[in-house]
């Protein structure tokens, strides 16, 4: 459903990231793989491209570096002819008390967590415009990955997470607002516990993928499957806001 275009995935090395990228190129996607691990984007790239039709490109980038996501951005769509769809995945950041935090942690976390988002977007979107405007599916996408921790607070101890979060969410529903008429696409999905690094790392207050019992946590393939469904939809149909959680999850 996806022949032809071209999808830009930040923080495309391991977990949600890698899966939207697998699951964008089994659509007919062209996708560049942006990540900071070289090794894990060669990984990934080769396994796509020796599935049938499969095609990536990677692109060693730190997002919260503004002028070489620029750069970056603007070499993927020299390379590919343009960029139809972008997913803003990257993200992380560290949990617990605000009384013994240090500083220097908050302010990384918005840097990955806000800033890398703000600069993706802002390089991407001159390229998604002219998408919308010149390429036959008629739209473009932005996609943002955020977190349930955007649209409740989940503990006193998520505070500058859940912060970044929310605000990625004001983001997005600006974006919409915006660009609606111009038929580029914001959607935000906010997803519950995911077996990922960040949940699976063993790290003090953090999320534990092993909390959700019985069913088990979601898997990275579900949000993979999430962002498919969203900008696979028909041009009249905007998927602004998808919430996903594990069936057995409370909060």
């Not at 988002?117 to 002219?130: D, E, I």
């Not at 921790?149 to 529903?173: L, M």
Request: charged content about 20%; glycine content about 10%; proline content about 4%.
């Amino acid at each position: 459903m996806l022949k032809d275009t071209t999808a830009v995935v930040t923080g495309a090395s391991s977990g949600i990231g890698a899966a939207v990228a697998r699951a964008l190129a089994a659509e007919g996607a062209t996708v560049a793989l942006l990540a900071r691990r070289r090794d894990k984007l060669a990984e990934l790239a080769g396994a796509i491209n020796t599935r049938d039709g499969g095609r990536a490109r990677m692109y060693e980038a730190d997002v919260t570096h503004a002028d070489a996501v620029r750069d970056t951005i603007d070499a993927v769509a020299r390379d590919c002819g343009g960029i139809d769809i972008l997913v803003n995945n990257a993200g992380g950041g560290s949990w617990g008390p605000a009384v013994t935090a240090e500083l220097a942690d908050w302010h990384s976390t918005v840097e990955l967590n806000v800033n890398g988002v703000l600069n993706a977007t802002h390089a991407a979107l001159p390229h998604l415009t002219r998408a919308a405007a010149t390429h036959g599916r008629g739209v473009a996408d932005i996609v943002t990955i955020s977190s349930v921790a955007g649209r409740r607070v989940p503990s006193a101890n998520s505070n500058v997470y859940s912060a970044t979060k929310h605000a990625v969410g004001a983001f997005s529903e600006a974006l919409r607002q915006e660009l609606a008429e111009q038929h580029v696409r914001a959607g935000l999905v906010e997803p519950g516990i995911v077996a990922t690094e960040l949940t699976t790392s063993g790290h003090a207050y953090t999320p534990e993928a092993t909390s959700v019992a019985g069913y088990g946590p979601l898997q990275p393939d579900d949000i993979a499957a999430t962002v498919v469904f969203m900008v696979t939809r028909p041009r009249h149909v905007a998927l602004n806001e998808l919430l996903v959680r594990p069936t057995e999850q409370t909060n």
